[in-house]
């Protein structure tokens, strides 16, 4: 593994367990056993570093739910298998968990984010198309589907819940499912 990966991975742990302001690059520069000269040759400065940390998770989170979505048969399996992916992802990543839930680094930039979205809502309005979910704009998806799972997650990775998000994403994806779709799917289920 190159000296970056381990750099990054060090961060990931350290920024984690302690936070951000609390983790100092001597902290994650003697876990991996290099020298000051070897960190800054990757990373200017702590805040360089925790932009790549967060850039990091941030794209293995969103394979993951792409994953669990880009081959639904149907907007309803589409919306469960989010709730699932995210729930499921946070559980296996509490690390990387803790790091997308804390301030977004003012300096990331990720280009997988912009395909990410743009994927994601290419996705929803399909299915809004033909009238399975509501023609809602990316706020109102994102909050409607995943505010609720997102939340239960915040309060687990902080030790207020004990239960991990996994064993709740079946209540939070029915949750999802009965407010994203329409009244035409309504009438369907019945």
């Known amino acids: ?41 990757h990373f200017s ?17 969103q394979a993951a739910f792409w994953a669990a979505i880009r081959d639904s048969e149907t907007a309803e399996e589409g919306v469960r298998s989010g709730v699932r992916a995210h729930l499921d992802w946070v559980s296996r990543e509490p690390a990387r968990a803790k790091i997308l839930v804390a301030p ?13 979205l743009r994927d994601t809502m290419r996705w929803w309005r399909t299915h809004a198309a033909y009238g399975a979910v509501r023609p ?36 939070l994806g029915e949750a999802a499912w009965q407010s994203l779709k329409t009244a035409q799917q309504e009438g369907n289920s019945r």
């Not at 400065?45 to 989170?61: G, P, R, T």
């Not at 003012?106 to 990410?116: I, K, L, V, W, Y």
């Not at 990775?157 to 079946?170: E, H, I, K, R, Y």
């Open 104 to 116: 977004r680094p003012a300096a990331a930039r990720s280009s997988s984010n912009t395909e990410f």
């Open 45 to 61: 400065d702590k805040a360089q570093l925790y932009s790549a940390v967060w850039e990091h998770a941030l794209a293995d989170y």
């Open 136 to 171: 809602l704009e990316f706020p109102l998806v994102y909050a409607l589907w995943l505010g609720p799972a997102q939340e239960y997650a915040r309060q687990w990775l902080s030790g207020q819940f004990d239960s991990a998000p996994a064993t709740v994403a079946v209540t």
């Open 1 to 41: 593994m190159q000296v970056r990966d381990r750099l990054i991975q060090a961060a990931e742990r350290q920024f984690a367990a302690r936070g951000t302001l609390e983790t100092t690059l001597a902290d994650i520069r003697d876990e991996v056993g290099v020298s000051v000269g070897a960190l800054y040759h």
